[in-house]
């Protein structure tokens, strides 16, 4: 017997994660937020967690359940590196902001370039994972925790 899920939670997951993606994008953006309007789409936006946390957990674990014997190798990657993502991205934004900002650089940008800019700290930190997992083997754990 085929499981009945409610398509609408799903939308309802979809449209809660492109709300924090956005959001993120425009926080980094450095926009100028002056008017009420500005101001209220970008609470709405800043605080999309809430909507995505309200509705992921037990229906996260249902869809996935659908896929359990699928394998996609990058979305494993993904989350074997996860833990170590957390630690070392901090350490590249702070250092990409102190290099731009010590040579005068600065850029409000655009929603597309802060998104590419995310994805390519997300790229770099697993690449750096990797490169310690390679050189420190099991006690890279020690260091970024995978």
């Not at 800043?46 to 394998?71: C, D, Q, R």
């Not at 650089?105 to 390519?120: A, D, R």
Request: hydrophobic share 50%; glycine share 8%.
């Amino acid at each position: 017997m085929k499981k009945r899920f409610l398509n609408s939670i799903n939308y309802f997951r979809g449209i809660a994660i492109l709300i924090i993606v956005f959001g993120h994008s425009y926080g980094l953006s450095e926009i100028n937020i002056n008017t009420l309007f500005d101001r209220a789409f970008f609470s709405l936006m800043k605080h999309g967690s809430v909507y995505f946390i309200f509705i992921s957990g037990f229906l996260l674990m249902s869809w996935l359940a659908t896929y359990e014997e699928t394998n996609i190798k990058a979305l494993n990657q993904l989350a074997q590196k996860s833990f170590a993502i957390y630690f070392i991205h901090p350490i590249l934004m702070s250092s990409g902001r102190w290099i731009l900002f010590k040579n005068d650089f600065y850029y409000e940008g655009n929603y597309f370039l802060w998104l590419t800019v995310g994805f390519c700290l997300l790229l770099g930190s697993m690449g750096i994972a990797q490169i310690i997992k390679n050189i420190f083997k099991k006690n890279s754990r020690y260091l970024i925790g995978w």
